[in-house]
């Protein structure tokens, strides 16, 4: 199931790009137009699908919701390497990615203060 959110993702961002991509695909929209802000301010665009290196299914507890997160690794556009956590949950009963952002070294999680020590962040990609 969160493979295939992962799929359905990159597959949009091949044909539509990044335009309403947090609306389209992010169960947090807000986070994610930041986080999408963001990443274009760097210049940086997801590059080929991202390969899927880790799947763990995270059972909810008082604080967070059930999750299952994808440890993904990929190039950006620009060549650089990137591995991301992607994280997935039932949003109404239908599987959403939490972010959608996935190609920023972004950690997840359960504490964002302390991302996963994994996580590869590409640098700035824009020209100087």
Same mark, same amino acid.
């Given at each position: @199931?969160?493979?295939?959110?992962?799929?359905?993702?990159?597959?949009?961002?091949?044909? &539509? *790009?990044?335009a =309403?991509?947090?609306?389209?695909?992010?169960?947090?929209?807000?986070?994610?137009?930041? %986080?999408?802000? &963001?990443?274009?301010? /760097?210049?940086?665009?997801?590059? =080929?699908?991202?390969?899927?290196?880790?799947?763990?299914? $995270?059972?909810?507890? =008082?604080?967070?919701?059930?999750? #299952? /997160?994808?440890?993904?690794? *990929?190039?950006? %556009? +620009?060549? /650089?390497?990137?591995v991301? +956590?992607?994280?997935?949950? $039932?949003?109404?009963?239908?599987?959403?990615?939490? $972010?959608?952002?996935? #190609?920023? *070294?972004?950690?997840?999680?359960? !504490? @964002? +203060? =302390?991302?996963?020590?994994?996580?590869?962040?590409? /640098? !700035?990609?824009c020209?100087?």
């Amino acid at each position: @199931m969160a493979e295939s959110v992962l799929a359905e993702v990159v597959a949009g961002i091949g044909k &539509n *790009g990044v335009a =309403d991509f947090c609306s389209k695909f992010a169960r947090s929209t807000g986070t994610c137009e930041t %986080l999408l802000k &963001n990443a274009l301010g /760097q210049c940086l665009l997801p590059g =080929d699908k991202p390969i899927v290196k880790q799947s763990v299914h $995270l059972p909810a507890t =008082d604080t967070y919701e059930e999750t #299952w /997160q994808l440890v993904v690794q *990929g190039r950006t %556009l +620009d060549g /650089q390497k990137y591995v991301s +956590d992607f994280p997935i949950v $039932l949003a109404a009963g239908v599987p959403k990615a939490v $972010l959608g952002v996935y #190609w920023t *070294g972004q950690g997840y999680g359960r !504490n @964002m +203060d =302390d991302p996963p020590k994994y996580t590869v962040p590409p /640098q !700035n990609a824009c020209p100087r």
